[in-house]
């Protein structure tokens, strides 16, 4: 086994490498980018060698600069994780050479499965079922307008080169044949250097189903069934799970074997993937699936925690035996399946905007917790803490959220309550959007197919699922508690200066929707809540966890609130609202002014006074500082006056609408 090896990659895979590598003893060698030096896949090694800029042909696709960071530090493997060089033929070539072990599959069969069009003769000859479809080499127009005449529409023009769901265009009819050609090639050439294609029948709500498979140095393959990656938005994998629901034991059979024979055509060794696109009749019926091979990928997937959940067994400690030269330490019929995995995979995106990636800080990152009365149910691999920034340098991955359970009922529960758990305030993700999918009836009957998600865009994407009333109630109950806090008082008691004439109001200005809503407060004997034009209400709340359990209106909600200016970010069980408190206060010379008195806005203590009596003051000039609500505000001057008499003092609690001092014209 090795002592050392690189990890040629960033972000949660290159933790996730590194994890693996310190359980078994392993030293690591991170690289890293300027935007990356602080990153945290950095501190999960043991040594780190900045390899350039920002940019990935600057830093992480640089491998000369990667190779002699592998010398430099003494490393004998370099793990390339996914993306970046992982299926570059030239730099597991170039490890070879400079006497590395690249921790993958050999040269020859990244190059065999490297594009589409070549491994899917390849893998026609070795008896793999294809998609129907062309794939020759003659890329003339009008030959391949024939030839998806001839196949039938709708037809699906592939870049051979292509990955990450680019360069594809779906064709209804003939006549736009040329028109997306075109564009598919344009997209191709710019996107991937070739703007070579193949055409395939495009099959109507297939199935992504792919099969896991293992090669070691000895000849041995094995596969480690199946994962489910039909939850998709814009041909990228939201949702992945492990089985793959109503497969049968001898179609997962079938297609095993299938995947094992693409490997063993390309003396395959290491950790590889055979996608497959499946056609089915109808969800109810297994025995109607129908299975084609789509590509090989020759690396680790992203989504391979769920086999990990489902096998008991770690991927990235069988690729570091396998590379060292190691057999692979089970074989077919010693490897089972138990219960079920689902993994999602939250990103920083706009799932309203076409899911177009977002960038920001994660100024608050809260993850769900881990279970701790079963071993790994919920499980995070992630790359980032709270206060990093997602950048545009790389992708838009924030975390993985991978559970496990029994049956896929139970997957399904915790993986919805790891969701509400998952905290994210700072930049734009689909969490909210990804509890929608998991909660939609769709989802949960197990009807798969890679259409789901715009089949089911009416339930997808609707918006804030907890309401006005028990979110405004939440950021109130939380402004009230988090006053307690400051002031040392019960948050339910009227305070000094509040209860001299009986029952005292609290006027709270809030923004929900984009609409304004006044939500006003009595102190009396218990706390009541009145929001916008709802019934008046008694609200009760106290602190658990994080958060504060809310009661109001009948319902008890555990919240958690996050503020970010003057926006509130509520998080409950049932999903998350963003409603603003707005500060009363910042407009408080115009508010002042309203009948010429100055007045207090809302309750809270009078800090200072700037002048006192008798003083000429200017329109605008600070005249007294209040605070409320952990804040401090100015009032200021409505006009030029004279300041005739001050009538509290520093340190008076002041109800709301009292007025503070006389100004004479
Ligand atoms: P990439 O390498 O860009 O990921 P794939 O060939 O793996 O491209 O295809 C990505 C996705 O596109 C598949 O998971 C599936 O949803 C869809 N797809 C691919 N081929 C077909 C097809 N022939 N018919 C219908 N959908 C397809």
Redesign the pocket.
Do not use: R, S
């Given at each position: 086994m090795f002592t050392k090896i690189l990890i040629a990659n960033r972000g949660e895979i290159a933790c996730r490498v590194a994890a693996t590598a310190r359980r078994m003893g392993i030293q690591t060698v991170a690289v890293y980018s300027d935007a990356d030096a602080g990153a945290k896949h950095v501190q999960a090694c043991d040594e780190a060698v900045h390899v350039g800029g920002s940019a990935p042909k600057d830093s992480y696709l640089r491998w000369e600069r990667i190779l002699e960071a592998a010398k430099a530090t003494g490393a004998e493997a370099v793990h390339p994780g996914y993306g970046f060089l992982s299926e570059n033929e030239d730099f597991a070539k170039a490890c070879a050479a400079a006497g590395l072990v690249f921790i993958g599959p050999p040269a020859s069969a990244i190059l065999a499965m490297g594009l589409?069009a070549e491994s899917k003769r390849l893998m026609e000859s070795a008896g793999v079922p294809l998609?129907p479809g062309y794939h020759g080499a003659d890329q003339d127009p009008a030959l391949l307008q024939r030839e998806a005449d001839r196949i039938g529409y709708p037809a699906?023009i592939?870049a051979s080169a292509?990955?990450?769901?680019?360069?594809?265009r779906v064709v209804e009819k003939p006549e736009d044949f040329a028109a997306a050609l075109a564009s598919c090639k344009r997209e191709a050439i710019n996107s991937f250097g070739s703007d070579a294609v193949l055409i395939?029948?495009?099959?109507q709500r297939?199935r992504?189903i792919e099969i896991q498979v293992f090669g070691d140095t000895q000849g041995n393959c094995v596969y480690l069934f199946e994962r489910d990656?039909s939850v998709?938005r814009r041909?990228q994998k939201v949702l992945e799970e492990a089985p793959a629901p109503g497969m049968t034991e001898s179609l997962r059979a079938q297609m095993g074997a299938a995947a094992v024979a693409a490997a063993k055509a390309v003396n395959y060794v290491g950790a590889g993937t055979v996608?497959f696109?499946v056609e089915q009749t109808a969800y109810d019926q297994p025995e109607s699936m129908k299975f084609f091979f789509?590509?090989m990928n020759t690396r680790l997937q992203v989504e391979h925690p769920v086999t990990e959940a489902i096998t008991g067994l770690d991927l990235v400690e069988w690729q570091l035996r396998v590379a060292s030269g190691e057999p692979l330490p089970l074989a077919q019929d010693q490897i089972r399946i138990q219960g079920h995995a689902i993994e999602a995979r939250i990103c920083a995106e706009n799932p309203d905007n076409n899911f177009l990636p977002a960038t920001g800080t994660l100024q608050v990152y809260r993850k769900p917790q881990a279970s701790s009365f079963e071993r790994n149910t919920v499980r995070i691999d992630d790359g980032v803490r709270e206060g990093d920034t997602i950048s545009p340098f790389y992708d838009s991955m924030v975390a993985k959220l991978i559970v496990h359970g029994d049956t896929r009922e139970q997957a399904l529960a915790r993986l919805d309550t790891a969701l509400a758990q998952t905290h994210i305030v700072g930049l734009n993700t689909n969490v909210q959007f990804l509890r929608h999918v998991v909660r939609s009836p769709a989802f949960a009957k197990a009807q798969l197919d890679?259409a789901l998600i715009q089949r089911e865009s009416a339930v997808l994407f609707k918006q804030d699922p907890v309401g006005l009333e028990p979110a405004a109630a939440a950021v109130i109950a939380d402004a009230l508690q988090s006053e307690a806090a400051v002031q040392g008082a019960d948050p339910f008691s009227r305070r000094d200066g509040w209860q001299s004439h009986g029952t005292t109001r609290r006027r709270f200005e809030l923004e929900y929707d984009g609409q304004p809503v006044r939500a006003v407060l009595t102190y009396g004997s218990q706390l009541l809540l009145q929001v916008g034009e709802g019934a008046e209400s008694a609200l009760q709340f106290t602190p658990q966890g994080d958060g504060l359990w809310v009661q109001f209106n009948g319902q008890r909600i555990h919240s958690t609130v996050h503020a970010q200016g003057e926006t509130r970010h509520v998080f409950t069980p049932q999903g998350a609202a963003r409603i603003s408190l707005l500060d009363p206060l910042a407009h408080a010379g115009e508010a002042a002014q309203e009948g010429g008195r100055l007045t207090a806005p809302m309750p809270g203590k009078v800090v200072s006074f700037a002048v006192k009596a008798g003083d000429n003051v200017k329109a605008g000039q600070p005249l007294a500082v209040m605070e409320a609500m952990k804040m401090e505000h100015t009032i200021s001057a409505p006009k030029d006056g004279t300041v005739a008499e001050l009538l509290y003092a520093p340190g008076d609690q002041v109800t709301e609408g009292a007025e503070l001092l006389k100004l004479a014209a």
């Open positions: 589409k998609v699906l592939k292509g990955g990450g769901g680019k360069g594809m395939e029948k495009y099959l297939p992504h990656c998709q041909h996608e696109i789509m590509e890679t």
